[in-house]
């Protein structure tokens, strides 16, 4: 049985930690599921371990792309099944670790997205139309068309809400239709996934701590490098948590206190969604670290629950 390990939760509630020492213990690697690790020289922002913080576990889907290109879901999907293919081949166990909730459930649903569908000239009209009549109004044809896919995507993931749009354009079915479709096809690999939790306060704690870590680190300064590269308020990547409100201060559109207080309650509201999203999923096993936060025992609960199923990690 080809079976995968998945490690998911909202943004600071130490998945990278765990998913590390998890492989160390199961002979693992790791394969990112998150959409901003897949940048390259977007390390800081994106809280993406450093080499010595790897101990020496193979990660794959980071630092795959620039941040000026275009990168989908089921380019996700596409490249996590060839590396995790090669790390089962290779006799290793496959972590998926991250908190992008649509890549997550793109492996663990075998969503199939219709990635042959592509009509750049439809997507920089809508673009443009995002930026001439606002989000908002991009946001609501998609609501006219698939109200289910409205309430899943924010108004803010402009890219999210064209691809949708794209989709029906060409389908006539909505993505939401498409994806229930493709849910009926069974995956090739056994998913084991389990969930971090913990109370809303000490997370937001979490969050606010790892900002100021990531300002004393350099986030500033990694942002004023990728402008001078040439990466700027139109690059896809620079839309991001992190990136965005640091590059407004650079641009002298906001003060520097207020910048730090948009990323940290930013991010605050993404794990608010993140805890939405996951919430919705079945069969998650969830690990509360207001009760323990103990990796060992963590590995332990894990690996009890995959030998329920007659296979010794």
């Not at 596409?78 to 670790?97: H, S, T």
Request: glycine share 6%; hydrophobic share 35%; aromatic share 8%.
């Amino acid at each position: 049985m080809n079976i995968v390990i998945v490690i998911l939760g909202p943004t600071a509630s130490g998945k990278t930690k765990l998913s590390i020492e998890l492989a160390k213990d199961i002979d693992g690697e790791i394969v990112s599921a998150d959409s901003m690790q897949i940048y390259k020289y977007m390390d800081i922002g994106t809280a993406k371990p450093t080499e010595e913080e790897k101990q020496g576990i193979k990660h794959h889907l980071i630092d795959e792309i620039t941040p000026d290109e275009e990168f989908s879901v089921a380019r996700f999907q596409q490249l996590a099944v060839k590396y995790i293919d090669d790390i089962i081949n290779r006799g290793k166990i496959p972590i998926v670790c991250g908190g992008t909730g649509l890549y997550i459930d793109s492996l663990i649903y075998n969503i199939e997205f219709g990635d042959t569908i592509c009509d750049w000239e439809l997507r920089e009209r809508l673009r443009k139309e995002a930026l001439e009549k606002g989000n908002e109004y991009l946001h609501n044809k998609l609501k006219e068309i698939d109200p289910e896919a409205a309430e899943k995507i924010h108004m803010n993931n402009v890219k999210r809400v064209i691809r949708a749009i794209e989709v029906y354009t060409y389908t006539h079915k909505t993505i939401s239709m498409l994806q229930k479709e493709s849910r009926n096809n069974p995956s090739k690999y056994k998913f084991y996934v389990f969930g971090l939790s913990m109370g809303r306060e000490k997370l937001y704690e979490r969050i606010n701590q790892r900002v100021d870590r990531m300002i004393e680190k350099g986030l500033v300064q990694e942002v004023k490098k990728l402008m001078e590269m040439g990466y700027d308020k139109s690059t896809i990547a620079m839309q991001g948590i992190g990136y965005k409100e640091i590059l407004s201060y650079l641009r002298g559109e906001i003060s520097f206190d207020e910048a730090v207080y948009l990323l940290k309650r930013n991010t605050r509201r993404y794990a608010k969604r993140q805890f939405t999203w996951f919430n919705r999923m079945k069969d998650v096993h969830w690990i509360n670290l207001d009760e323990t936060h103990d990796l060992q025992e963590i590995i332990k609960n894990i690996k009890d629950v995959v030998a329920t199923s007659g296979i010794i990690l």
